[in-house]
Nanobody, 122 residues
Framework: QVQLVESGGGLVQAGASLRLSCAASGRAFSNHAMGWFRQGPGKEREFVCAISRSGGNSYYANSVKGRFTISRDNTKNTVRLQMNSLKTEDTAVYYC???????????????WGQGTQVTVSS
């Protein structure tokens, strides 16, 4: 497993941008697909996006497609989530996760960070 620590959350206004980072340590980072999930107040955890081990393929939930971009740097053991044109409905705790394949299902990931809060005000 890998240990994951997210950072970069905060309070922003609708329309603003925010970049989240997830630093990984432990077993070879490049052996893991990475995903971002989020959990809003009173909601279940939902898929945001995922990226393959090499970074060559990425996948997005329809709700964030065109606004969010996932990237990774295997030399720095880091995955990032660039969030643009933020909406109030993006308010949630954002989690990064490591797994074998870039799946949209949280049960496919075996390592999770502690989460970082993103709050978007109107």
């Amino acid at each position: 497993q890998v240990q994951l620590v997210e950072s970069g959350g905060g309070l922003v206004q609708a329309g603003a941008s925010l970049r989240l980072s997830c630093a990984a340590s432990g077993r070879a980072f490049s052996n893991h697909a990475m995903g971002w999930f989020r959990q809003g107040p009173g909601k279940e955890r939902e898929f945001v996006c995922a990226i393959s081990r090499s970074g060559g393929n990425s996948y997005y939930a329809n709700s964030v497609k065109g606004r969010f971009t996932i990237s990774r740097d295997n030399t720095k053991n880091t995955v990032r989530l660039q969030m643009n044109s933020l909406k109030t409905e993006d308010t949630a705790v954002y989690y990064c996760a490591a797994g074998t394949y870039p799946e949209p299902f949280p049960e496919e990931y075996d390592s999770w960070g502690q989460g970082t809060q993103v709050t978007v005000s109107s």
